[in-house]
DNA sequence: CAGTGGTCTAGACCACATC
DNA sequence: ATGTGGTCTAGACCACTGT
């Protein structure tokens, strides 16, 4: 029916149909993708009120000259960003979250983007060792296998922040101390052609020993948080192995989780 | 070409030919689904290797007498898991880790799941009362609203493991105590018909108090895990704020990221 | 009841990887 | 040159939601 200012639930905003969008078909961005970055960036900029909102598909479709699996394929995407939710019967509304967040996964993309950015690295080893028990397991290596360990002090405003210490299967990367203190360990796969896909994570926490209250400028026995990762390549290929600690009082993890029904 | 035995790369098991799939149109189960289940299945069991695999789409359409994008839907929600890789020009292949994980999202499946059912959980405070002002942003409200507050003591094999501190904005839901300690608060939620999608957390790490550490069975000074986190439904809406602290000594948090390209 | 999204089909053409 | 997945189309019917 969409009365003309239904404030219950229907936020009445400029609506979809007054927007245009570019599609162009000479791109090669596939068409559903220049769709969906344009609905999101019209629901970000908030030109789409959250409440209720978008038209129906078939509509959409006829309007825009795409069909409708192409719509419903950009509609799709956003659902699982989070940006909308669908009901049978009811229709797609954005959702109304007055906190919308970057939703992004965080922590591995802090070390993969921030890696070498803002803070500052310093790589205390890099040389090719038998692995130890433990990364041989994670690597999916037997036990003593040649593998690079990586060990790297960060830092933030001059002052530690975490010890980082990384094993990677020898001969799967070119690790020059000199680029992985200015690059990143994952902005230097990733020229290197590995693409990263999952990565488990463990997070837990434990109190300093005066070796490691000595290196981050915490007192022995204070709270540490501590991490081990496992990182996979698009094929499934274990690629990296690190166990991590960090000083609880100047680093938190922060994450998104998504519920799948 | 698919010579018959190719070790290389090709694990050559008894690919997917031989597999025959029960499809069944009368179900309510989507035909992507069914299809979908019985390669995860399929794959889970290893009956279908890791390595190459996986005739390609147009084969299996006619195979199974499903249209393409069908099998591709299939296809697809296994590649969102996980546990395929999809090649331009090569092909879809069964992902070769040896170590294939559970690969859902933890630690908030933790508290879905297990809340109430292997650990038990004492409600220590249930009440109703003023917003604090970091639930009352959290949750999208105005600092003083009423929220119900609930406070709850983990045990497992009966020694404290967690102490949960939740807001939840009141009259979203009836929260009797002993259902509660039976229940679990998210069981609880999906009964009242709230469907959780996402949730955002915070996890980090600080020295026990003298009071935390006596009701924790710990010392004080002893490492705790704290967790923050808001909790979002299928519409965006808040619909829970906790802050919780673990045990370091008994707990940690498991998780798998994706990432995203 | 009418309107919505959910599923499914049978084609088509293109981009890319490999031989 | 061939085979693969990636994209796109124009329909169809069903299931659910609201009135």
């Known amino acids: 029916m969409a009365k003309t200012g ?43 009120a959250p409440g209720n909102l978008l038209g129906n598909e078939v509509d959409l479709s006829v309007r825009l000259g795409l069909s409708r699996p192409t719509i419903r394929q950009a509609i799709q995407s956003l659902v699982d960003k989070g940006l909308l939710v669908r009901r049978r019967g009811v229709g797609t509304q954005v959702v109304h ?43 999916g290596l037997a036990e003593g296998a040649e593998v690079v360990l990586l060990e790297r002090l960060r830092r933030t405003h001059g002052r530690p922040v975490a010890l980082l210490c990384n094993y990677l299967p020898s001969g799967l990367l070119g690790l020059d101390s000199a680029r992985l203190e200015a690059t990143g360990l994952y902005r230097m796969m990733r020229s290197a052609g590995i693409t990263l896909h999952s990565a488990r994570q463990t997070v837990g926490a434990r109190a300093a020993t005066a070796a490691e209250g000595s290196r981050l400028e915490e007192k022995e026995g204070a709270a540490l948080l501590t991490m081990q990762r496992t990182a996979y390549d698009d094929t499934g290929r274990q690629v990296e192995y690190g166990t991590h600690i960090y000083r609880a009082s100047r680093y938190s993890f922060e994450f998104q989780l998504l519920v799948r029904p």
């Open 97 to 139: 979250s007055q906190v919308r967040r970057p939703l992004e996964l965080s922590s591995l993309y802090d070390d993969l983007e921030a890696a070498g950015q803002g803070p500052t690295t310093e790589v205390v080893r890099n040389e090719t060792v038998p692995a130890p028990a433990e990364a041989a397991a994670a690597l």
């Open 6 to 48: 239904d404030p219950a639930h229907a936020a009445t905003g400029p609506a979809l149909s007054t927007l245009d969008f570019a599609l162009d078909r000479g791109s090669p961005v596939p068409l559903y993708h220049q769709l969906a970055q344009q609905l999101e960036a019209a629901i970000l900029l908030i030109v789409l």
